[in-house]
């Protein structure tokens, strides 16, 4: 069955780097777009941006443009998230989610917490 | 971008009964193919969240017949014919027709 796991929590500093990792199992990897969401604390949902697998094709948010990049590696079936200039309003959980062209967002991983305090 | 507005925010239900949620899009999510990109997401205390409606009104792969999606253009519903002590938590509807893909601000169900 489809699993995506996520790497483990992170704790960063204000102006820092993070780079969270989902490693994709269970279907082809390269056939579904890979999407980054997120959840501040006590928040809603938050999306961040989204990749295919087989282009490489993206597409961010516009509040993170020029501070996140996605990208993966279809050897070894993993999606990353890299985000940088981190601001204690990045603290949130961060989700990867698979989608197809419908948009679904059928299947999602278990969440990693980042958070950023001085 | 498209806003996603959702009501009631907080819906305490009676076991047993059924309950509805409203979803409203700021623009229509009917695609030019014809479907409508509108989803239904459920996320359970402490889990991530899980699928239940794609495209206003498909149930997602192991989802329960008493979730039905209903709407066209900017309005859509989400029903539950008889809800149970596991539908407690956070709904949240979702347009997928057009980047930045945008979350209504959630539902809360509980259980009277």
């Known amino acids: 069955q489809v699993h995506l796991v996520q790497s483990g929590t992170e704790v960063k500093k204000p102006g820092a780097s993070v780079k969270v990792s989902c490693k994709a199992s269970?279907?082809?990897?390269?056939?579904?777009?890979v999407q980054w969401v997120r959840q501040a604390p006590g928040q809603g949902l938050e999306w961040v941006g989204r990749?295919?697998?087989?282009?490489?094709?993206?597409t961010y948010a516009l509040k993170f443009q020029g501070r996140v990049t996605m990208s993966t590696d279809t050897s070894i079936t993993t999606a990353y998230m890299d985000l940088n200039g981190l601001r204690s309003d990045d603290t949130a959980i961060y989700y990867c989610?698979?989608?197809?062209?419908?948009?679904?967002?059928?299947?999602w991983g278990q969440g990693t917490l980042v958070t950023v305090s001085s | 971008d498209i806003v996603m507005t959702q009501s009631p925010l907080s819906l305490p239900v009676t076991p047993g009964e059924a309950a509805a949620i409203s979803c409203r899009s700021s623009?229509?999510?009917?695609?030019?193919?014809?479907?409508?990109?509108l989803n239904w997401y459920l996320q359970k205390p402490g889990q991530s969240p899980q699928l239940l409606i794609y495209?206003?009104?498909y149930r997602a792969s192991g989802v329960p017949d008493r979730f039905s999606g209903s709407g066209s253009g900017t309005d859509f519903t989400l029903k539950i014919s008889t809800v149970g002590a596991e539908d407690v938590g956070v709904y949240y509807c979702?347009?997928?027709?057009?980047?930045?893909?945008?979350f209504g601000q959630g539902t809360k169900l509980e259980i009277k």
């Open positions: 990749i295919n697998p087989k282009s490489g094709g993206r």
């Open positions: 495209l206003t009104s």
């Open positions: 623009e229509s999510l009917l695609y030019s193919n014809g479907n409508t990109h």
């Open positions: 979702m347009q997928g027709l057009q980047t930045p893909h945008t």
């Open positions: 269970g279907y082809s990897f390269s056939d579904y777009w």
């Open positions: 989610v698979r989608s197809s062209d419908s948009w679904d967002f059928d299947y």
